[in-house]
């Protein structure tokens, strides 16, 4: 298998529907379809070009929305078959955009606010949207095992979707996760293997067997399928504006982990409205991370083009790439858009999450803890406009991170079963 | 506040859209919509009476079609005022009925086996659809503050709506539930009681309330809301068939708890035919209990029309109701359509969660095991029909007990991070 791409690879039996080849985001250089992830000539990273659709955007909107209830609506604009909808995937998005007016009278907001609610995918997570894109091009290439290195969250959505479209899987994880982990991924049947050494150890091992014999046959969803697993996120963009009308939101929150999925929320903007299918106008895209793991932020604080890697170190393990390989496109799409990037305290993620289900009902990970916080403090310091409308992305469930809130959370009384002890309680 | 009712109470400001009153299930006396729960001429439940939609059934289908992507495509049909999905709610339902190939495949099932998987619901659980209702007719009745007893799905699922619908709650639970159900249930901040003692303990609590100026303004969702709370799982009936596309499956299998969900079911596939929204022809529903709280399938099994009670010892904590009051209902309605009420060990619930994410990638929790188990045993008995369309009722998420699986759900292999180690452990 290769991992660099040259410009004879053929792709003549790929279908993917509009993906019409990979360029290379450094130096632009075009490559055919295949399972490649780095340039040839520059080893920057790959991405998908299209064949986007053209003619009457009211015609693509009608398309669209006669659709199904889920990211295939949107098949035209992903590297999928036209036919997509029709095989066995877990089929997730379309999921709620909430308007969160009660978080929106405490924040003070008055554009309007709403939480991109992803946790309504079916293993709870955004992850479900960029495994989808990669079955379906492990489906085009031939792959029978899906593979990721994992630290939980992925491995439960790789597990999930290998088993319902008929793929073995065996997912890679550090072998000291703890248990509820570990049940999450392997409940699905594939192998769970464990690595003895930190996530690092994992990632190093799985690009070693990419390069090997024994790795032959197999998709690793985030490494030699990344250039199309990352456009899953793309559907998070379509999905908020066509539920806010087929309208741009004024301001975007989304956290930033390796940063893939700022940058292509971005990218799902731009295509909107190369397609006409919304009105171009201006739209300011903010990031979030913690601050035990913000290398990100503080490059955006310090003018830095470049990102200096963090030793995480906070509750928010979901975001905790110290060293993300998309930093610098998230440094340059949120200083273009008149953005920002932005961290909080584990603290301010505990309160986020509390704030988040208090007012609106939803029960939010960590990772979406540390987007509401970082939406909240930009609001208090005037950054993000209180006035326009506003976009925060929940990417995950809080049934995953109940650790992060049990110290906090719990019981306001314990009474006897009597009226009496109730009113003594002061309930009444 | 009453807790039966008389034929002079008067509800001439109350909009809950096509419900014209309630009815007594066992004498048929009629009342006007207001928070009663038990019939005053015998003491028998109540339940919603409406004026459905009469005319052309296409209309009422196109109507439906154009909808919301919730529950509320169907507020035509319910006890909710006709403006209902503008107001705040979690707006559950809608949620995937899955075409169960692999599953079907391994049980032998050739007619088309589908899986209606509600832990896409927001909080992951059926128990939103009904909560839903509840909080719709908490606002018709001017209830401020909305409670229930639980063990824990239904405190989170009211805690959530609540939140989001801008009520205060105060919700009872046994005082030694599992800590994660209760940081679950508490996070959405509400108060959150925990009663010294076991769930009967809690209910008698939750009666004597209702009962004292205490509980004035109190809507208790499942006791003097329960008429409307309980019409909430007709939904599932509705979503199934339109899913299915407009047609009745010839099987239903559904968990037994309280048995009101599958007297529910029944009542909304009673009135899709009623209304000309499906072709009327037979179908048969099946019960699924856990053997270690079998009251229903001990009284089918005997031919028996009334219900023992049991004390129940089962893992299916979400179904291990000893007394269930729709028991009798349940009865009838499984020798009616010509089903039947099963019920499997705890090994079968365990087995029967593994193999539904093995080959469908759906986790489900206990509740959902004992479903499919049922269905996997009737089956296999020749009580169900694999020729015939079949669908199984999956009511909640596996992330809500993990313990369930985790004794025997792990790691497959534990290995150094290289290729040696790898192949080694026979993974190659």
């Known amino acids: 298998m290769q991992t660099v791409a040259t410009t004879s690879d053929s792709a003549d039996t790929v279908d993917l529907g509009p993906a019409s080849g990979l360029s290379c ?5 075009r490559f055919a379809l295949g399972p490649i992830f780095a340039c040839e000539a520059c080893f920057g990273p790959l991405e998908v070009a299209y064949d986007l659709p053209s003619g009457d955007p009211e015609e ?3 398309r669209i929305e006669s659709g199904p209830d889920n990211i295939w609506r949107y098949a035209p604009l992903l590297p999928v078959p036209a036919d997509v909808a029709g095989k066995p995937n877990l089929n997730p998005g379309f999921t709620q955009l909430v308007p969160a007016d009660n978080l929106a009278r405490e924040l003070g907001v008055t554009g309007g606010l709403w939480v991109k609610d992803d946790s309504g995918n079916p293993t709870h997570s955004f992850k479900d949207r960029v ?13 029978t095992t899906l593979s990721c290195s994992s630290t939980g969250n ?8 290998a088993a319902r479209a008929g793929f073995r899987s065996c997912v890679f994880i550090p072998h000291d996760l703890e248990q509820g982990k570990v049940v999450m991924a392997a409940v699905y049947g594939g192998e769970l293997v464990g690595i003895e050494g930190n996530y690092d150890d994992v990632n190093r091992f799985c690009s070693e ?68 299918l919304v009105e171009d106008r201006p739209y300011r895209i903010f990031g979030a991370q913690a601050e035990g793991c913000s290398p990100v932020s503080a490059a955006f604080k310090a003018g830095h083009d470049v990102v200096r890697p963090q ?53 939010t990970e960590t990772a979406g803890g540390t987007t509401l916080g970082v939406a909240k403090k930009l609001i208090e310091a005037g950054v993000i406009d209180p006035a326009l409308t506003t976009v925060v992305v929940n990417t995950g ?6 650790d992060a809130v049990a110290p906090t959370t719990g019981m306001s009384a314990v009474i006897r079963p009597n009226l009496d002890s109730f009113r003594e309680a002061g309930l009444a």
Do not use: H, M
């Open 25 to 29: 985001r450094e130096c632009g250089e």
């Open 60 to 62: 693509l909107r009608k």
């Open 131 to 143: 495994v989808a894109q990669a079955i379906e091009a492990a489906r085009a290439f031939g792959f």
């Open 154 to 161: 992925l491995a439960g959505a790789v597990g999930a979707a």
């Open 209 to 276: 067997l990419i390069g090997d014999p024994a790795g032959e046959g197999w998709g690793f969803v985030n490494v030699n399928l990344r250039p199309y697993y990352a456009e899953g996120s793309k559907t998070l963009a379509y999905e908020i504006c066509e539920q806010l009308g087929w309208r741009l939101p004024d301001q975007i929150v989304i956290p930033i982990a390796s940063g893939s999925q700022l940058t292509k929320i971005d990218k799902g903007l731009q295509e909107l409205i190369k397609l006409g």
């Open 311 to 363: 030793k995480p170190d906070t509750i928010a393990k979901s975001l905790a790439i110290g060293n993300p390989a998309d930093g610098p496109y998230v440094l340059d799409i949120c200083r273009r858009t008149g953005g920002a990037v932005e961290d909080v305290t584990d603290a301010e993620i505990v309160d986020a999450i509390k704030l988040l289900a208090r007012t609106e009902g939803i029960f």
């Open 397 to 402: 469930d809080g049934l995953k991170t109940l």
